[in-house]
């Protein structure tokens, strides 16, 4: 294959997603594809499988790709998994667990929200009791790495919960799927989600869900929406095997499988999580080192993206911060917190130890 002409990409991407992709991801996507011809219906047929054997390797699930972002996907999923006389738990950490609430309000979803601040960790005890109190509630739904902190909750003591009273489990694994470690039979979930552009390192485009078969075989005729129906979806893909109903990011679908094959060579999720994990603890190790501090304790910090307490002293102003960064190779996050002024690092993405090295020699020149 002739080897094209990449421009130098002006900065490196500290951000969860989109995130920093390989040069081989790119140049993944200078092809067209016929969304109806084998070749590429196996590809999909390909990555399904393979998602699902990152997920599990004992349990009947299976894999339906979403156009659009990745909250497209999130609300695929709890528009089409909750029937009309079902009712909605979710537990509210962050954006992201917000988002989600949001969503089954717009779709008129029975809804109850146990938020636990910004910044708070989830108590068992209050879903508990929500659980106890009111028996309507068939469906729970938490974020792994709420991205808006970085904090990571605890989906499989959630799940042992959710599953003691025979509730549905969505799990919004977004940031963290292929760059942690989990599995379905674990966090006992039945519904994973997440999309292309975060920790397996594909460019943005489409999502995806992972889901036991028995689930979402059950929700047929349930979608509040044509084009973000989940089960026709599947039922689309399982049929045709690997066609989608609507035309779909070829392009980006491509990149993935190529993502997933560099994932394989890399080491599987072990690895990257390793490489993540590393990417994070010298990032924090070093920041400290110049004076920065945490938003969160250490124990609940996700190896994905932190949050770090903005400089104190009445110079400093996010926009200059930024700018400067960029200027010089990086860009970053603003925080997200309303209760503490914050921006954040992510660490996912083609981001390896020297990058931070580079990344922490550059913030100590701007002080
Ligand atoms: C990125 C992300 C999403 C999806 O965001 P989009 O902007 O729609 O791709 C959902 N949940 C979490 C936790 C995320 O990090």
Redesign the pocket.
Known sequence: MASPEFPENPYLLLT??PLSSSQTVKSAMLQDWCTWDRDYNSMVQEIRAELVSLATSNLDCTAVLMQG????C?ESVIGTALGKEDKFLVLANGA?GS?MAEIARYLDIALTVIDFGETGAIDPRQIEAALQDDRAITTVAV?H???TTGRLNDIVAIGKLVKSFDKTYIV?A??SFGGMAMSMEEMQADYLVS?AN?CIQGV?GFGFVIARREAIESTAGQARSLSLDMYEQWRTMERDQGKWRFTSATHVVHAFSQALKELREEGGIAARAARYSENQRLLVDGMRKLGFECLLPDDCQSPIITAFISPQHPGYRFEEFYLALKDRGFVIYPGNVTEVDTFRIGNIGEVYADDIHRLLKVVAELQ
């Open positions: 969860p997603g972002s990745g909250t497209f999130v992201y988002r974020v790495c709420e991205t919004d977004m940031s999309s975060k943005p």
